[in-house]
């Protein structure tokens, strides 16, 4: 078990990041294929992989069914969604005029509108917390926000010309400069856990953790 | 009247300038074409040698762009400013002196708006001019043309490449030729890809003939020999059942040879032995008829003699006494022979009877011994064991069973001489596998010019033209593009890598000898047992998500590494951990992780695979379904830890909302004010990927986390020294840290 559980993807994963990490720096036409075939690969093995989450899914929800679990007829919903949406595609194409076409511009899509419109609120409710003025740093953020905030609207050139300045300044400067800052320590972050887990040294992905 | 000589005077002044502004104006520019002072062919840096550079620089003859025509507005326009003015101030002080000699003076407000006056009309003078010298300047293109080295020197130049704009900077447009230097404005870069592309299409193109053309030989061969082989198997299975049979007919008939090898002595001896009784009995009943003739012959004469002495009383009495007992010795004794004969008869007959019986039972004895050696000899005889005649019956069968099979066989052999022959199918495969011969030579022909670097010259000839006059560049140029097996742009990022690759590994190895490594406290990872402590406490779950990343992401990675020290601790608190996932790879890989973590703290009894499972790869269906989750189970933790988009916020105001203990974690900028607004500790950036080593407290981990403190303090110097360097002008490090 050992050796399909450990050696092998350990090999695999030292194998293949080597030759990836080779493959960033050869322009050759034949380095540019075994990246192009590889992408190919990944795009249809994670279209294989679909087929867990199904399963997975009608698993959790049909169980819920049988059982009459609490808020069974949630999954219900969803399964009878999923089938007839799916049969309607496989029957029918999902081409324009088409029932799945429909189902998605008049279901699906006002339906993850209105869950991304729902943010507008939550970031009114986040920016309330972040800018009340209990410590030296809140308020500080609190008036640069409202700065940059103002810099961005035309009142604000009305009542200053210097709050656009002022608030593109902050935002190219400090915050540009914190943002780096994060980036560098992220980019070295990633070639070093890129090197562990090409060596081997970072093993908890695997499962059980060394 | 003074006023109307000023006005005159003025007016002089203005068309004398006026003219003097357009002299100063290049016309002549227009009218002549003049070449470029450079052109030349360079193999485009970095690619896979498929493209040329063409570099020339603008010749003063090329139209130019708006904005530069405002640059020479500007700069016409200055000079003509100040030899107004100077010529103003002339004619100022001209008309101060004539109106003081009047015994008036000069109005300033008038003579400002003169001023202003004569100013515009200079400046839109000007600026007429020069709009109506480039509006009516020819427009400038360049002509580029390309040949084949014989082509070249028979100045044979037949294959054009596509007319270039002079207004066009290829330099602007197309940074990418010059990464992300800045542009030189006087230059022209055209990339030419069309003649190495238009060949290795050609070679794609062949060999997906070549390819082709081979599958369908393949296909055909592969039908034809499917075919013969199964008409050979046919034959071969008929032969070889026909070399059974010969086989089982030769054994039957040698068997039937020992039978009756065996058993004609036995049967002659019978008959001989027969026979002798035969003649033996013969004899004996023609003895014993003789005897009983004999006696029937005496029983006659005695009947006589008794005749005869009833006959002859009392003198003959004695002599027939006498005769009588002659006669009954003699009958006696005859009838004793009888009885002897009888006797002998009865055991011969006996003896025969013996003897048949005898006979027969060897014989049966033979037999037996002779059909279990038939049986012994072949299993698939067993129908054929038995007596000859039923063996001859048999082999009689079999003779007819090989008749017929050696006929299909016959019949095979024709078939597979049929198919062996020359087809119309074999001949077209013969065609295609020429066509595969000729393609071949072609590709092989193909990729030798393109691998030889005489053959992938180019030679490239410019020309410039404004549609009257066309002038060409002395001489062509010539250019070799060649694949490149190192990018040497990223020459700086490879050695930087290698660099530090070098410094994190030097820093693992050493924190095996040196496990005690100080690592800075990080709050939120503390707050982890916590966090699992609480939802013990609380008897409800943990919800872990690990962003809407796949497991190609590093994030997630990482994600999952902490969901295996998350899931020990839960494990070894007897919680629960429930992990919705977006992607069902990842899905597999955590029901993975916290099977093994499970596992490792002697709990697998307590994992149940259903607590992890997929829900939606769409962001709004899957945060849709995280929310309702966290709002009918109002679960004691939540960790999001991972690559997260706008759903971050969606996700953490909900769990605030139900008051779950949140701990958060991303290298997504963009969502990390959010996290830290609404979640109780935070990872930010790098600590992501930190957080397993700082859980795990593994030496060799915990040495990589130094290495990257290594590194942030060698990019900190870079930044300061580069910082001071570049405010006093020198840019070595700057360009050094670029793309190159």
New interface residues.
């Given amino acids: 078990m050992a050796l399909v559980k450990r050696r092998i993807p350990l090999a695999l994963a030292f194998c293949l990041g080597v030759v990836f990490a080779i493959q960033?720096?050869?322009?050759?036409?034949v380095s540019?294929t075994v990246l192009t075939r590889s992408n190919l690969w990944?795009i249809i093995?994670?279209s294989f992989?679909?087929?867990?989450?199904?399963s997975?899914?009608l698993?959790?929800h049909i169980?819920k069914m049988r059982t009459l679990a609490?808020?069974w007829g949630?999954s219900a919903v969803l399964v009878a969604s999923l089938v007839t949406t799916a049969a309607l595609g496989f029957v029918l194409g999902k081409d324009p005029g088409s029932p799945v076409f429909w189902i998605y511009t008049t279901m699906y899509v006002p339906?993850?509108g209105t869950?991304?419109s729902?943010?507008a609120f939550?970031?009114a409710?986040?920016?309330y917390?972040?800018f009340r003025a209990r410590t030296l740093e809140a308020t500080i953020l609190l008036v640069a926000a409202i700065v940059v905030m103002l810099g961005n609207v035309p009142i604000g050139f009305l009542m200053h010309k210097y709050i656009p300045v002022v608030g593109n300044w902050i935002y190219q400067n400090p915050n540009m400069a914190a943002?780096r800052g994060?980036?560098?320590?992220?980019s070295?972050?990633?070639?070093?856990?890129?090197?562990?887990?090409i060596?081997g040294?970072?093993r908890?992905?695997?499962?059980?953790?060394? | 009247m003074m006023r109307i000589v000023g006005a005159g005077i003025f007016v002089l002044f203005f068309l004398f300038l006026a003219c003097g502004c357009a002299k100063e104006l290049p016309r002549e520019r227009a009218k002549k074409l003049i070449l470029p002072g450079e052109f030349k062919a360079i193999d485009a840096p970095n690619d896979d040698g498929n493209a040329v550079l063409l570099v020339w620089s603008v010749a003063p003859s090329d139209n130019v762009r708006p904005q530069v025509m405002e640059d020479v507005i500007k700069e016409k326009t200055k000079p003509l400013l100040d030899k107004t003015d100077e010529a103003l101030k002339g004619i100022k002080r001209v008309l101060k002196e004539e109106a003081k000699s009047k015994g008036t003076t000069l109005s300033s407000e008038i003579w400002k708006r003169v001023e202003e006056g004569v100013h515009d009309a200079v400046a839109a003078r000007v600026r007429g001019e020069v709009e109506s010298f480039y509006s009516s300047a020819p427009r400038v293109k360049y002509i580029l043309s390309m040949a084949r080295p014989e082509k070249a020197l028979r100045d044979e130049w037949d294959q054009p490449l596509p007319e270039v704009d002079s207004d066009k900077s290829f330099a602007s447009e197309n940074p990418k030729y010059f990464g992300l230097k800045s542009a030189n404005e006087m230059l022209h870069y055209l990339e030419v890809v069309e003649p190495y592309k238009k060949l290795k299409e050609e070679e794609s193109k062949l060999t997906k003939s070549i390819v082709k053309n081979n599958t369908e030989i393949e296909k055909t061969l592969a039908a034809l020999k499917k075919d013969m082989n199964r008409v050979r198997a046919d034959m071969e299975r008929k032969k070889s059942k026909r070399e059974e049979i010969t086989a089982q007919l030769k054994e039957i008939g040698s068997i039937a040879a020992a039978i009756r090898e065996v058993s004609a002595p036995v049967e002659e001896a019978i008959a001989e032995k027969r026979k002798r009784l035969e003649e033996e009995i013969n004899s004996l009943t023609a003895a014993l008829e003789v005897t009983s003739r004999e006696m029937e012959t005496m029983l006659k004469a005695l009947i006589s003699g008794v005749d005869q002495l009833t006959a002859r009383p009392a003198e003959k009495a004695e002599s027939f006494t006498v005769a009588i007992r002659e006669l009954a010795a003699r009958l006696d004794a005859a009838e004793k022979k009888r009885k002897e004969l009888d006797q002998k008869t009865e055991s011969l007959s006996s003896e025969k009877n013996k003897l048949m019986v005898q006979t027969e039972r060897e014989i049966e004895r033979d037999k037996k011994e002779l059909e279990k050696k038939i049986e012994s000899l072949t299993a698939m005889r067993k129908g054929l064991a038995g007596k000859p005649e039923v063996l001859e019956a048999e082999m009689k069968e079999l003779g007819k069973k090989i008749i017929s099979l050696t006929t299909e066989i016959e019949e095979d052999e024709k078939t597979i001489a049929v198919l062996e022959k020359p087809t119309e199918t074999l001949k077209k495969m013969e065609d295609m596998k020429k066509e595969v011969q000729k393609a071949r030579s072609e590709r092989d022909q193909i990729r030798k010019r393109l691998k030889d670097p005489k053959e992938m010259t180019y030679y490239f000839k410019l020309e410039v033209t404004d549609g009257k006059e066309t002038l060409a560049y002395p001489t062509p140029v010539t250019a070799l593009p060649v694949a490149n097996y190192f990018n040497w742009a990223k020459l700086n990022n490879f050695v930087l890598t290698v660099l530090f690759s070098i410094v994190v590994m030097g820093l693992i190895a050493y924190a095996k000898r040196n496990p005690n490594l100080f690592i800075r406290k990080i709050s939120g990872l503390d707050a982890v047992d916590e966090a699992v402590g609480r939802a013990t406490e609380m008897g409800k779950h943990i919800l872990y998500f690990t962003g809407l990343l796949g497991m190609g992401s590093l994030s997630t990675i990482a994600s999952t590494n902490i969901l295996g020290r998350v899931a020990r601790k839960v494990a070894q608190h007897d919680s629960q951990i429930k992990v919705p996932c977006n992607d069902p790879i990842v899905m597999s890989v955590c029901q993975e992780v916290v099977k093994e973590a499970y596992t490792s703290v002697g709990r697998p009894d307590a994992y149940r695979d259903d607590n992890i499972f997929f829900v939606s790869n769409e962001q709004f269906s899957f945060t849709a379904a995280a929310d309702g989750m966290m709002m009918r189970d109002r679960p004691a933790t939540n960790f999001f830890l991972g690559y997260f988009y706008a759903e971050a916020l969606l996700l953490t105001e909900v769990g605030a909302s139900v008051g779950a203990i949140q701990i958060a974690g991303t290298d997504a900028l963009n969502q990390l004010p959010f996290f830290v607004t609404t979640c109780d500790y935070t990872l930010i950036g790098e600590e992501l990927y930190a957080a397993s080593a700082y859980l795990s407290r593994e030496p060799v981990l915990l040495g990589s986390l130094k290495g990257q403190d290594a590194g942030k303090l060698f990019l900190a110097v870079l930044v300061i020294v580069g910082a001071i360097l570049s405010s006093v002008g020198i840019n070595y490090l700057t360009r050094l840290l670029e793309p190159l």
């Fill in positions: 960033y720096y050869v322009p050759h036409p540019e990944v093995i994670t992989s679909i087929v867990l989450g199904l997975s899914l698993h959790i169980g609490p808020g949630y339906l993850s869950m991304f729902i943010l939550f970031i409710s986040a920016a917390k972040a943002q994060i980036l560098l320590g992220l070295l972050s990633f070639v070093a856990t890129s090197l562990k887990i060596f040294i970072e908890a992905y695997l499962g059980g953790g060394d």
